[in-house]
């Protein structure tokens, strides 16, 4: 007997996917939000200053995902801009890990790279993270912009956060679907806003 998914298992998966994304393009509080973490990123690198991502697993690969397409491009040719993901240097990852703790890994970094006027985006689905908790704590104190991306109440970071993009669901998979989703949106408006095309 098979333990594969069928063709409906997998419909249903892509109906739930779906399903999340719709609770988000109605919420109109949450899309103003979303709105207002792009004018945060761009009134950022007008300044001359970063966005700096942090997350575990997925969300860091979320982390660097979005850092890539800003440093990078997303649509179109264009100068780069400063974002990067806190996790990307394992030789320092390892060291803090093992010196001081893995909750310390992104504080420690944000303390070393951050400026007021920074963007913080804080990734963690449950909201509840500590290392994600200590960098958003972090960041506060030097007066960057924290913008916390989570699921459903937005957890323990939700007290933490300047703007709160949490994505109506507790199904893991799905807020981060829903999250490179608003990371894709946030790409565009940025790239649209500083470098037009027309």
């Given at each position: 007997?098979?333990?594969?998914?069928?063709?409906?298992?997998?419909?249903?998966?892509?109906?739930?996917?779906?399903?999340?994304?719709?609770?988000?393009?109605?919420?109109?509080?949450?899309?103003?939000?979303?709105?207002?973490?792009?004018?945060?990123?761009?009134?950022?690198?007008?300044?001359?200053?970063?966005?700096?991502?942090?997350?575990?697993?997925?969300?860091?690969?979320?982390?660097?995902?979005?850092?890539?397409?800003?440093?990078?491009?997303?649509?179109?040719?264009?100068?780069?801009?400063?974002?990067?993901?806190?996790?990307?240097?394992?030789?320092?990852?390892?060291?803090?890990?093992?010196?001081?703790?893995?909750?310390?890994?992104?504080?420690?970094?944000?303390?070393?790279?951050?400026?007021?006027?920074?963007?913080?985006?804080?990734?963690?689905?449950?909201?509840?993270?500590?290392?994600?908790?200590?960098?958003?704590?972090?960041?506060?104190?030097?007066?960057?912009?924290?913008?916390?991306?989570t699921g459903e109440g937005g957890g323990?970071?939700?007290?933490?956060?300047?703007?709160?993009?949490?994505?109506?669901?507790?199904?893991?998979?799905?807020?981060?679907?829903?999250?490179?989703l608003i990371g894709h949106i946030l790409?565009?408006?940025?790239?649209?806003?500083?470098?037009?095309?027309?």
């Open positions: 007997m098979s333990n594969t998914l069928g063709i409906q298992d997998m419909a249903g998966i892509i109906r739930d996917s779906i399903a999340v994304k719709q609770a988000v393009m109605t919420n109109t509080e949450l899309l103003s939000r979303i709105g207002a973490l792009s004018d945060a990123c761009v009134t950022a690198y007008r300044q001359g200053r970063k966005l700096l991502l942090c997350g575990n697993g997925g969300s860091a690969a979320d982390a660097q995902h979005i850092a890539a397409e800003l440093s990078g491009r997303f649509y179109y040719d264009r100068p780069p801009l400063d974002a990067e993901a806190l996790h990307v240097n394992t030789s320092y990852l390892t060291a803090v890990g093992n010196d001081y703790s893995y909750d310390e890994v992104y504080a420690r970094m944000v303390r070393a790279r951050g400026r007021a006027g920074d963007v913080l985006v804080a990734i963690s689905t449950s909201g509840n993270s500590a290392n994600v908790l200590r960098a958003a704590e972090a960041a506060r104190e030097l007066g960057m912009t924290v913008a916390a991306w323990q970071l939700a007290r933490l956060a300047d703007i709160l993009i949490d994505i109506p669901s507790h199904n893991t998979p799905r807020i981060q679907e829903a999250h490179i790409c565009e408006d940025i790239e649209r806003t500083l470098f037009p095309r027309y």
